[in-house]
């Protein structure tokens, strides 16, 4: 985006363009010249940037496809006639701030082929891009000469789950009448809204595929299917008694391998002798790209035992994308000695998955929630056994040191940790949670998989006493179920279930008005804290007590009536 016509506005920021020729010069600057802009010149300089850089006379680049210009192409196709004629222009730029796409050609603006501050000095883009927040530089803010009569907004453009940044949004524009708000800006926000909103759908686009390829190949009781991308595993209750972990392990590489060379394998999988079954592959494909593959395997003996999977414990019950990723990545990084982090909100389950993961060994259990301080014990730790340090976020800052040294000594110490985040972490735990990052393990909260829901309820019902039928659920008990947040994850989810198997007087099936009142209720409006999730509910138990009184209520919580109403209107948004 370059300029070189006069602009009518050219007067509109004389004092910054004063300081600019002074800069250029070396002479003194005058008083009032942002900081942030003089800094910006400065790293012009550094990086060897000309400030009378040409436009460069060469054909565009051809676009560098990518998943970021395949989502924003469509979108900014349909935003790009909103900019007007001849009036803007529109860039896409990538995370190297390489232009991949532009829309409009007013006279006047030249597009450059890249807008990193090492080529053209201090611009939109690259402040975007580096303050991760909607960015917009001015006229003579630019350090190039051929840029004094631009004004242009930028607006970063995120990964939708990791947050990483993918590029810029950029509307250039000839040079607006004074500062900020860019008359453009909010066309910008909102294409760059767009284009997550796009990356988003299209990320969750290969798990459904991957889903709608295994709902067909499952369908039957009988029918052992199993489909495999490499990272994600699902398989029905008859492949999991039929394969042993030898033959998963052997249909892990083989997904891996198709999705690395995007071609077809043989369609029969050499499976380990005595596997006891043979496994027939398909690719299943997207767009013509193999995300995995579908097996489905049959006995080679049908009166050959068949191994049977031990019962997983109800924390570790599950079989949605995001909780078997998990508990696998897990199950991967514990088979080697290395130290290894499981991370989580309360109650997700990562106690019982560490001890799962530690086997049938010995184990030396330490709670740093009783006590925290326990560098003495740390310093005299022999190498024998396995540790597990749960809370590992209440170690106390000695007891965090030693262990970095103790892990500096031996890196391959076999310990496990919990840790649950909160409260920003002192110095010494944020460098055990660096050191450990590639050894972490984040455990899914239960309101990112209710699709768990059910099967963590049979799970978790205790079983009946003799002559009393097992706990079930109405419809609107399970939707209420479903629609909770559940901030205390499995572990209130167990409570609930717990007092509803020891306290339940009804017959027949659960229903909604049995449920905890929090339950009952439905979620808040609005995300709630811990503190309020805590709070709400003990005001909907108050006012279940009281019959829905409110005067009552607020008399039993020792708060006035207002503040009662201020606070449920509150958790209403």
């Excluded at 592959?281 to 995995?292: E, H």
């Amino acid at each position: 985006m370059t300029t070189t016509e006069p602009s009518p506005a050219v007067h509109a920021l004389p004092p910054l363009r004063v300081a600019r020729e002074r800069f250029l010069s070396g002479c003194p600057l005058p008083d009032g010249v942002p900081e942030e802009v003089l800094a910006a010149w400065r790293r012009a300089r550094f990086f060897g940037v000309p400030h009378d850089l040409k436009e460069q006379v060469v054909e565009p680049p051809r676009p560098i496809e990518s998943p970021l210009l395949g989502a924003a192409r469509p979108v900014l196709e349909r935003i790009a006639p909103a900019l007007g004629p001849g009036s803007s222009i529109l860039v896409l730029t990538d995370a190297r701030l390489r232009v991949l796409w532009t829309s409009g050609s007013p006279p006047g603006l030249v597009l450059c082929p890249g807008l990193s501050e090492q080529e053209v000095g201090h611009n939109s883009a690259a402040l975007a891009l580096r303050s991760r927040r909607r960015a917009e530089v001015h006229g003579p803010e630019h350090f190039l000469d051929v840029w004094q009569d631009v004004s242009a907004v930028s607006v970063p453009v995120l990964a939708p789950k990791s947050g990483q940044a993918l590029g810029t949004l950029t509307v250039a524009s000839h040079l607006c009448g004074g500062y900020p708000p860019h008359p453009q800006a909010a066309l910008a926000e909102a294409a760059a809204a767009a284009v997550e909103a796009e990356l988003l759908a299209r990320a969750g686009r290969p798990e459904q595929v991957l889903m709608d390829a295994y709902l067909r190949a499952a369908r039957g009781e009988d029918r052992a299917a199993a489909v495999l991308d490499g990272r994600n595993r699902l398989i029905s209750a008859a492949a999991e008694r039929l394969a042993t972990p030898e033959v998963l392990r052997v249909l892990e590489r083989t997904a891996v391998a198709a999705r690395q060379a995007d071609m077809d394998v043989p369609t029969v999988a050499e499976l380990p002798e005595g596997s006891g079954c043979t496994a027939r592959i398909d690719m299943v494909r997207q767009d013509g790209v193999v995300l995995g593959i579908v097996a489905v395997l049959e006995p080679q003996d049908e009166s050959a035992p068949r191994p049977r999977p031990r019962r997983p414990l109800p924390f570790l019950t599950g079989s949605s994308l995001p909780w078997r990723y998990a508990v696998e990545r897990a199950a991967e990084l514990a088979r080697s000695p290395e130290p290894l982090l499981l991370t989580g909100e309360r109650g997700t389950g990562k106690t019982v998955l560490a001890r799962e993961l530690l086997g049938p060994v010995p184990v030396q259990v330490v709670d740093a929630a009783e006590d925290g301080a326990l560098e003495a014990d740390l310093a005299e730790r022999g190498a024998e056994n396995p540790l597990l340090i749960r809370h590992a976020e209440r170690l106390t800052q000695p007891a965090v040191a030693t262990l970095n040294s103790l892990l500096d000594a031996h890196p391959d110490t076999p310990l496990l940790l919990t840790h649950t985040p909160g409260t920003p972490p002192g110095p010494c735990l944020q460098r055990l949670l660096d050191k450990l990052a590639a050894r972490t393990v984040t455990l899914p909260p239960l309101r990112e998989r209710t699709e768990d829901l059910r099967e963590l309820l049979s799970a978790l019902t205790p079983r009946p006493a003799p002559g009393r039928p097992p706990l079930t659920w109405t419809l609107d008990a399970l939707r209420a179920l479903e629609q909770h947040p559940w901030p205390g994850n499995v572990t209130e989810l167990a409570h609930v279930v717990q007092a509803l198997a020891e306290h339940r007087r009804a017959s027949g099936p659960v229903r909604r008005a049995e449920l905890p009142d929090v339950v009952r209720e439905g979620p808040a409006v609005r995300p709630l804290s811990p503190m309020e999730h805590a709070e709400r509910a003990t005001i909907l138990d108050t006012l279940h007590r009281h019959g829905g009184n409110k005067s009552r209520a607020a008399a039993a919580l020792g708060i006035g009536r207002a503040t009662l109403y201020r606070k449920l209107r509150g958790y209403e948004g």
